[in-house]
């Protein structure tokens, strides 16, 4: 087989059809981080019931396509996932992200920054 890797050029591309698309930034988070991360999966594990939110998107380099939001808890809850989708509901999920538990009371607010970085194996 004939050696092959992801290019410069080709992962910039790639972020910045993500950017101007407009589509990759719904952001949800969930309670079910504990489970790990599978690139078969298609959703978080325990969605939280607030509405996805429109975060920002931005390129803070040639090859990271970034997703800045704020989720504001409409109950008391305990928040552990997130994930980027491209629909505010439904949707397909491009990232997820699992970290320790925020306990949140109603109200509260949660400032994610998401960063789809793409690198070839040598990076």
């Not at 809850?77 to 699992?98: C, K, P, Q, Y």
Request: hydrophobic share 40%; no cysteine; glycine share 8%.
């Amino acid at each position: 087989m004939a050696t092959q890797g992801w290019t410069d050029k080709g992962q910039e591309k790639v972020v910045d059809i993500l950017t101007t698309d407009n589509t990759w930034r719904h952001v949800g988070w969930g309670s079910g981080g504990e489970t790990a991360f599978a690139v078969t999966q298609t959703g978080l594990t325990s969605a939280n019931p607030e509405s996805r939110t429109a975060g920002t998107i931005s390129q803070p380099a040639a090859n990271t396509h970034r997703v800045v939001a704020t989720i504001e808890a409409t109950a008391a809850r305990d928040v552990d996932e997130v994930a980027v989708f491209d629909a505010s509901t439904s949707g397909n999920m491009i990232l997820r992200g699992t970290f320790t538990a925020l306990a949140l009371i109603t109200g509260d607010r949660a400032r994610f920054t998401l960063d789809l970085v793409f690198a070839d194996s040598s990076e």
